[in-house]
């Protein structure tokens, strides 16, 4: 199979959209969430969407196979707080490897189904989904104690362990830190990748990186100016670098021209569909959506284009079709290369 790098070269590739809000749409209730496995659990189990990879993975795969036909060279597995720091919040901890592994399968399962049925198509990739914990390390959670951290380096590192060994185990193609908004969260995600791909002594897989500004301000969540944050990480030598999240395309724009001067690598973005109403909804129309993010690729902005909170299998159709002619961003020409 041809190797993402050599597809990057080619054209811009699609990832593919949101996975909660497609949950959502599922309505599915605490009975469903929990199965007959986790039928007596001493909480609710109820939100904790990661955990349909083993009580529903039928819905799991179903969404990955909408998204596919739609045109997604990528698709993420349903592991955003599939590590033992979120986990905790519904007594979950020791599921972490299982749930990462299940749920990578699931995602792999789907790929075999598509490709199956649609013989010398493009290649399609898992990228293992590794969110941004709901504990941060550069913040305090106590106002009156800015000192006080509710979990440490130490503790946050060998949680995205876990996950990178059960994603690496389930068979995943790369690896996706994504919706970063504190940048010590994802360095910890970084050298838990970093080691454990030492530790086993395997090949490293392609890493991509992806953070999130929160406000018209052009900071992350922990202060952190974009070039700021771009460096911080770039030790990693991540395939991509990009932005999700947060922003709708239209607000998202000014970031991701600034962030394609920047980087050394290919430029992922993958917006919500607009921001979200009163009621917390998406109303961006995948043809909207999709004609942002056409504009992004015509100025040589982006590599890798998507959608994420409240974007659909309409999105990600609309989005494809629209990029699928476009040349993608160049890679800019290292000083060493010209000497």
């Known amino acids: 199979m041809k190797s993402i790098e050599a597809c990057l070269q080619e054209r811009i590739l699609i990832i593919d959209g949101a996975m909660g809000t497609m949950i959502q749409q599922y309505k599915l209730g605490e009975s469903e969430y929990r199965g007959e496995r986790f039928r007596d659990w001493p909480c609710d189990l109820k939100g904790n969407n990661d955990l349909l990879s083993i009580t529903k993975p039928s819905v799991i795969r179903e969404i990955h196979m909408q998204y596919l036909e739609a045109g997604a060279d990528i698709i993420e597995t349903n592991t955003f707080n599939a590590q033992r720091v979120s986990l905790a919040d519904y007594r979950m901890q020791e599921l972490a490897y299982e749930l990462n592994v299940t749920a990578a399968t699931c995602a792999r399962e789907a790929v075999g189904t598509f490709t199956t049925s649609h013989p010398g198509g493009s290649p399609k990739f898992v990228a293992g989904a590794i969110g941004p914990m709901n504990k941060t390390l550069s913040l305090s959670p106590d106002v009156n104690n800015p000192g006080f951290r509710s979990v440490s380096f130490d503790e946050v590192a060998d949680a995205y362990y876990e996950q990178v060994r059960g994603l690496v185990d389930g068979g995943v193609d790369l690896l996706l830190i994504e919706t970063i908004f504190d940048t010590l969260n994802a360095k910890a995600a970084i050298y838990a990748i970093k080691k454990f791909f030492r530790d086993t002594s395997t090949k490293p897989l392609p890493v991509m990186i992806s953070g999130t500004i929160t406000d018209a301000s052009g900071r992350t969540l922990s202060g952190q100016t974009l070039e700021a944050f771009y460096t911080s990480v770039m030790h990693a030598r991540p395939l991509s670098i990009g932005l999700n999240c947060a922003l709708g395309a239209?607000?998202?724009?000014?970031?991701?021209?600034?962030?394609?001067?920047?980087?050394?690598?290919?430029?992922?973005?993958?917006?919500?569909?607009?921001?979200?109403?009163?009621?917390?909804?998406?109303?961006?129309?995948?043809?909207?959506?999709?004609?942002?993010?056409?504009?992004?690729?015509?100025?040589?902005?982006?590599?890798?284009?998507?959608?994420?909170?409240?974007?659909?299998?309409?999105?990600?159709?609309?989005?494809?079709?629209?990029?699928k002619d476009i040349v993608p961003r160049a890679l800019p020409v290292e000083e060493t290369e010209l000497a």
């Not at 239209?250 to 394609?260: D, G, K």
């Not at 569909?273 to 129309?285: H, T, V």
């Not at 690729?297 to 629209?322: D, L, M, Q, S, Y």
Request: proline share 7%; net charge negative; glycine share 10%.
């Open 250 to 323: 239209e607000q998202m724009r000014p970031h991701i021209e600034e962030l394609s001067h920047l980087a050394g690598c290919y430029v992922s973005a993958y917006p919500n569909a607009g921001l979200p109403n009163a009621m917390g909804d998406y109303d961006e129309k995948p043809e909207q959506t999709a004609h942002f993010l056409e504009d992004w690729a015509k100025a040589g902005f982006v590599n890798i284009v998507g959608g994420c909170c409240g974007t659909t299998p309409e999105h990600i159709r609309h989005i494809a079709e629209h990029v």
